[in-house]
């Protein structure tokens, strides 16, 4: 019936139903390109150095423009709206293509990138941990502590102690 198809459908389209119902080619295409963007956001790069090779050209020349507008803008009050201008899209297109493609908010990839920005900026400068957390757009030095400990595991000045031992061996 009509009404089957279009239940069979939309449970091919949702997320969860994806793995367990999708023909195995759709499988590979669709469900893989999130998770290899969680993937590329989450391995420590900043935006310019992104892994982008296996996506789609514009899933690709939308995450550039998104990672270009937070980094020239990272010491901005950056939100969802600033991005929305930005970008001239709607909230929900922005939100939806982010979290399709990172499985971030748009909120949680602007404190990404920045956190990023920070830990380059403690591995590659002389600059003290404050100076950073401003630099980066953190104007709270306890929100920038918890938030940083939340991904590198440490503070930042443990970090920037590891990281600049390992590069000088």
Known sequence: THDGGLQLRRRCLHPKALPNRAPAGARGKIAGVPDKLHRIFNAGSTGLQLDTRDLDASDKSFIEKVTRVIEDNIDEELDGAF??????????????????????TPTELIRHIRLQKASVLLTASDLTVSEIFYRTGFNN???????????????????RAKHRLSAVK
Do not use: G, H, V, W
């Open 83 to 104: 991005l929305e201008n930005a970008l001239n899209l709607s909230k929900i297109q922005l939100y939806r293509k982010i979290k399709t493609l990172s499985d971030m």
């Open 141 to 159: 030095k306890t929100y920038f502590f918890r938030e940083f400990k939340k991904i590198y595991s440490c503070s930042p000045n443990e970090y």
